[in-house]
């Protein structure tokens, strides 16, 4: 289970990360 928390916070920030980077190259 503690493993799946951490995927899922990996997974939140990646997303975060990514739409700045969408927003940045719009």
């Keep these: ?3 799946e928390v951490q995927t899922g916070s990996y997974l ?3 997303d975060i ?3 700045e980077d ?3 190259r719009t």
């Design 1 to 3: 289970e503690i493993v």
């Design 22 to 24: 969408e927003f940045g």
């Design 12 to 14: 939140e920030e990646d």
């Design 17 to 19: 990360e990514r739409i």
